[in-house]
């Protein structure tokens, strides 16, 4: 006699049964709203955890970086040497005082800048496939492969390994776009607008406890030959658990009949080069290429995301510097401030950002960026905690707002085939920016001094609102 199902086979079993229901459910175009609203709920859900559980085991490294970068340092490895190189004719070229904090900050936004540059490879590429293969199978490989990157970083003991593990998980870290992929197919407007939203929330929430969960492991683990065994462990159960729920409740939300075809050598080319991301040319290589207005809007929403992230990131870099100088902060005080920070964001983003109509995106994003010029100010002035904190509020304000709004717009504007295409690229330029504005913001900051840092930065604020003003009429109506 055959022995019963036990109760896990019953529910994978009733899991892949509503996934079919779903998609089957999605791909009927006789559904009332509120049936759309009510299925794209279950997925803005699913979504969220499946994000929440990748970025938790993304950023339980933060805090111990410093850490292990010290361990490294002490060790006769090659690769190590050849890049605290770099980082030594950066820190002598632009005035950095030669001291074991800065040396951590620099050599860890290297491996960041390097980090982020694959992924400015990877994410358009990524969203590209998923345009042809479905959302779901691109977020199952790329999960597979931050696993790959986790179980590398558990079994390291050298440096040259540690270097790999940030290798594959830069490489293989698209899951950011796939989701917003995801969430630009939800048929409802209301529905991609709360979506975005949550995303944020989950990168809020994501960057506040992840951290703290590893800054416990620099408090109470023992550093052996394999660098913070524990919580690389940890980072791979995160992810597994996380293959397993988009395996079991993470429906395909990409129509079958608007798959996009094969994509040649040309659209390659397209999705690599950075000038071609800026113009977006693999939309305007679709079937269904955008019309002249929508797409000067979107070429124009990409460039606005690309200097927002290019200041914005800027600071995030620089602020450490500012709070060790001028406040002589621990590691501890950073950690608050960033849970500070995190939650202030992720407050707003459930809040306000959840609740925004369709409409009020650029004026929102218009708004949000303005502020930052006074929190800049703020902060790049402050003699106290207390003014310091007020700049931060400001800040953390912004940056709720900005990003999930600019990916509800430019969401907006990809053709129904490609969506993956539209926002990976949009992930892309983000990934250049980050990669690129420590590096100007801390140059700026130890030649010219702090307080011309962020004066300046908050000057430069006025170029992405300038752009904004060229299209905020335009893509109101378009909206409405």
């Not at 559980?53 to 060790?75: E, K, V």
């Not at 960057?207 to 683990?221: E, H, K, S």
């Not at 809007?297 to 800027?314: A, D, E, H, I, N």
């Not at 992405?464 to 009429?473: A, M």
């Amino acid at each position: 006699m055959t022995e019963p199902p036990d109760s896990f086979t019953i529910y994978g079993c009733f899991c892949f049964s509503e996934i079919i229901v779903i998609e089957q459910r999605m791909s009927t175009t006789g559904m009332s709203d509120e049936e759309s609203l009510k299925l794209s709920t279950k997925i803005i859900k699913v979504v969220f955890v499946t994000l929440l559980l990748d970025l938790l085991g993304f950023t339980l490294i933060l805090p111990l970086l410093p850490s292990i970068l010290d361990h490294y340092a002490q060790n006769e490895d090659g690769i190590y040497r050849s890049m605290q190189n770099i980082v030594d004719l950066f820190r002598e070229a632009v005035g950095i005082p030669l001291a074991k904090k800065y040396n951590s900050v620099l050599f860890g936004g290297l491996i960041g800048s390097l980090f982020s540059l694959l992924q400015f490879v990877s994410s358009p590429l990524a969203g590209t496939l998923s345009d042809r293969y479905g959302r779901r199978p691109l977020l199952i490989l790329a999960t597979l492969g931050l696993m790959t990157s986790y179980a590398v970083w558990a079994v390291a003991q050298s440096f040259s390994m540690f270097l790999v593990f940030r290798v594959i998980g830069g490489i293989s870290k698209s899951n950011v776009s796939l989701c917003t992929a995801v969430m630009a197919d939800l048929p409802c407007p209301k529905a991609r607008n709360r979506g975005m939203a949550m995303i944020g929330v989950a990168f809020s929430l994501g960057f506040t406890v992840g951290p703290l969960m590893g800054a416990y492991f620099t408090l109470n683990n023992r550093i052996t030959e394999n660098v913070y065994h524990t919580p690389a462990v940890l980072a791979l159960a995160f992810s597994a658990a996380d293959l397993v729920f988009i395996c079991l409740l993470l429906p395909e939300t990409l129509k079958k009949d608007v798959k996009t075809p094969c994509s040649g050598f040309r659209d390659v080319r397209d999705l690599l080069s950075p000038l071609s991301l800026f113009r977006f040319s693999a939309v305007t290589r679709s079937t269904e290429p955008p019309t002249k207005e929508r797409m000067r809007r979107l070429q124009v929403l990409g460039l606005v995301y690309f200097c927002y992230l290019f200041l914005f990131s800027g600071l995030e870099f620089s602020l450490s510097f500012l709070t060790h100088q001028r406040f002589h902060f621990t590691s501890m005080q950073q950690g608050k401030m960033f849970f500070f920070i995190g939650i202030l964001m992720a407050l707003i983003q459930g809040g306000y950002a959840r609740r925004m109509k369709p409409g009020q995106h650029i004026q929102a994003v218009s708004m949000a960026i303005t502020i930052l010029i006074p929190a800049f100010i703020l902060i790049g002035l402050s003699w106290n905690l207390t003014m310091l904190y007020a700049g931060l509020a400001l800040y953390s304000f912004a940056a709720a707002v900005v990003v999930p709004c600019l990916s509800t717009l430019v969401a907006e504007h990809g053709s129904v085939n490609q969506k993956g295409t539209v926002m990976g690229i949009l992930r892309s330029l983000g990934s250049l920016a980050r990669a690129m504005g420590p590096i100007v913001s801390s140059s700026v900051y130890w030649i010219a001094g702090a307080q011309t840092c962020f004066l300046l930065t908050a000057a430069s604020f006025v170029v992405p609102l300038v752009l904004l003003k060229s299209i905020g009429r335009a893509e109101e109506g378009h909206e409405d």
